[in-house]
Structure formats: structure tokens, C-alpha cells
């Protein structure tokens, strides 16, 4: 009974590979998000999207790209990866924000990428 | 653009005692308030949220947090603090842009 997973848990890969994190979740959000935790900790938005719709993309490198097959899963893939990319990697969903209300985000356990 | 500012980054309480984390925000109207917690090798639990209404709020593992419009203040508290509590504490805000997070407080807990 997960509300938002990811796979895999832990991804330790060597620079220059193309890698891709899975999400998904089952509490009929139509909107999921990507984040990124650096190793102080800091938070960071780096996608959202609404119903396969990309609604925000910060300042993010174009290797990322993330993909959304249907409003239960946002997948990311990293082309060449890169030491930096190194971090802890958080996907998470909620009601469209769009439409007003509260509509708390519900996160993942994280996938830990370590780029050698 | 929204803020969150934490300004403690690691505070030690000793098991039993009260415990209050501070966050304070920037945001030109009453935003949508988070507190998350983050233990260790773990994803972030929602422990209490806060938009309009009783500025107490209450939350799981009997944390509770008071919005004070008049400081920009969510501060979030426990009167009496378990070693499970042990972890980081994330503040966040809503308010037109995506949720911003603080830089979190780390809680260490001692016998």
C-alpha cells in the first residue's frame, strides 16, 4: 500500500553512463515532482508535472529529462552523468497546486545516486 | 518568491526535554506552511501543515507548530522529545511558486 515509490533504492554508477530513475504513486495525484538533496541537505525542486503535461523545469541541465508514461509515474533519466550529479534524488506528488488548496506533497523514500 | 529560513542547523536536547525548532518565511501573504521530517537514509513524513485557521496546529508523533503572521514565524515544538524524534526537520512554503524548503535542522537526541 505505497503511496509514492522509487526504484531503485540505491544507484552507484560510473561517469559518462545514461541512468534512469522509476516513480510512481497510487493516490490518484495527477501532478509529481522530481528533487534533488545535496549532501548538505538542501531541497531543491527540479521538475513537476501535471497529467504527462511539464509544468515547472528549473534551472536543470538538459541531461535530465524526465518522462511521464501517465499521471500515476514520473521516471528521470540522466544522459553522461556526472560526479556533481551525485546526490540523493526524491520524487513526490499531490493535487494539481494549480487549482488553490493545500495540496500536500507526499514523498518517496529516495533514490541515493553515487557517480564515480 | 517565497523564503524559508531555518536558522539552526543542529540542536541537541536531552530525551524527555521540550523541544522547539524555529522557521521563520518570506512571503507577502499567508502562504501554505509544512514541517517534514527526514531520519536517516529515509524519505521525508509530513508532520503537520497549516494554511488558514487554528494558528496551532497538530501534528503526528505529537509534534504541534503556531503560526505567528506577525513574526513570519511556524515554529515547530514537542514538550517532550523521544530518541526516535532524532532526524532532520525540514520547514517548507507554498505559496504561488513550488514548495521551498528550509535548510533543515538536525535534532540529536541524548540520554
Known amino acids: 500500500d505505497t503511496a509514492v515509490s522509487q526504484t531503485p533504492k540505491y544507484l552507484v554508477t560510473q561517469m559518462g553512463n545514461d541512468k534512469s530513475i522509476k516513480c510512481e504513486q497510487n493516490?490518484?495525484?495527477?501532478?509529481m515532482y522530481w528533487y534533488k538533496q545535496d549532501s548538505k541537505k538542501f531541497l531543491k525542486i527540479m521538475f513537476s508535472?501535471?497529467?504527462?503535461?511539464?509544468?515547472i523545469n528549473e534551472t536543470v541541465p538538459n541531461r535530465f529529462s524526465p518522462k511521464s508514461p501517465d499521471k500515476a509515474h514520473l521516471n528521470l533519466h540522466i544522459n553522461s552523468l556526472e560526479l556533481g550529479d551525485s546526490a540523493v534524488y526524491f520524487c513526490?506528488?499531490?493535487?494539481?497546486?494549480?487549482?488553490?488548496?493545500?495540496?500536500?506533497?507526499?514523498f518517496g523514500p529516495g533514490t541515493r545516486l553515487t557517480v564515480l | 518568491a517565497q523564503s524559508v529560513t531555518q536558522p539552526d542547523i543542529h540542536i541537541t536536547v536531552s530525551e524527555g526535554a521540550s523541544l522547539e525548532l524555529r522557521c521563520n518565511y518570506s512571503y507577502g501573504a499567508t502562504p501554505y506552511l509544512f514541517w517534514y521530517v527526514q531520519s536517516p537514509g529515509q524519505g521525508l513524513q509530513l508532520l503537520l501543515k497549516y494554511f488558514s485557521g487554528d494558528t496551532l496546529v497538530q501534528g503526528i508523533k505529537g509534534f504541534e507548530a503556531e503560526f505567528k503572521r506577525s513574526q513570519s514565524s511556524f515554529n515547530l515544538r514537542k514538550p517532550s522529545v523521544h530518541w526516535s524524534d532524532a532526524a532532520e526537520h525540514f520547514c517548507a512554503v507554498r505559496g504561488n511558486t513550488p514548495l521551498v524548503f528550509g535548510k533543515g535542522t538536525r535534532l540529536s537526541v541524548i540520554a
Open positions: 513526490a506528488s499531490s493535487q494539481d497546486p494549480r487549482e488553490g488548496g493545500m495540496n500536500t506533497q507526499y
Open positions: 493516490l490518484g495525484h495527477d501532478t
Open positions: 508535472y501535471n497529467n504527462k503535461e511539464l509544468i
